[in-house]
């Protein structure tokens, strides 16, 4: 497995990965009703938000083949994590969530990062060190829990 910076070339590769749990974080599995939301991790999206200095996303491939990707905004919320389903369970989540931090944290950034975590993910977000910071929200026909970390000076 190889791990490196995404380019705009990665949009479709991340788009299909994101659309291929659609069912898992939308209220309605078919999507409807968050058609913003989908829109909003469209390929063209993807594109524009790799283009912006907003946004750092890291990839990790197998064979030449996207398995995992992360994106941080603001160098503090941490935006997309995704790994291939048959991949999961295998420290790619880990390895790409250690990555994107301490490159914020290099960076000079506070060492306080959030994430809106799907339902589904929200262990995985604790395994982290991620702990609620609000209610479950639901909008855009999608449903998440707000939460965040604070890494102490040993991050």
């Known amino acids: 497995m190889n791990t490196r ?3 705009p070339a990665d949009a479709r590769s991340f788009a299909d990965l994101i ?5 898992t974080f939308t209220l309605d599995p078919s999507g409807v009703g968050a058609e913003q939301y989908v829109a909003s991790v469209s390929e063209e999206a993807e594109r524009q938000y790799l283009k912006s200095p907003r946004y750092t996303y890291f990839v990790t491939e197998h064979d030449g083949e996207v398995v995992g ?3 941080m905004r603001d160098r503090t919320h941490l935006f997309h994590l995704f790994v291939r389903a ?3 369970r295998q420290g790619i989540s ?4 250690r990555r994107a931090r ?4 290099r960076a000079g950034e506070p060492n306080v990062f959030t994430v809106n975590s799907s339902l589904n993910a929200v262990v995985v977000y604790e395994r982290f060190g991620f702990l609620p910071s609000g ?8 449903a998440f829990l707000p939460m965040r970390l604070e890494l102490k000076n040993d991050a």
């Open 5 to 7: 910076s995404a380019t």
């Open 19 to 23: 659309k291929s749990f659609q069912s």
């Open 69 to 71: 990707f992360v994106a």
């Open 86 to 88: 048959e991949y999961q």
């Open 94 to 97: 880990n390895s790409l969530w």
């Open 102 to 105: 301490e490159h914020s944290v």
């Open 135 to 142: 209610a479950e929200v639901q909008a855009h026909g999608i």
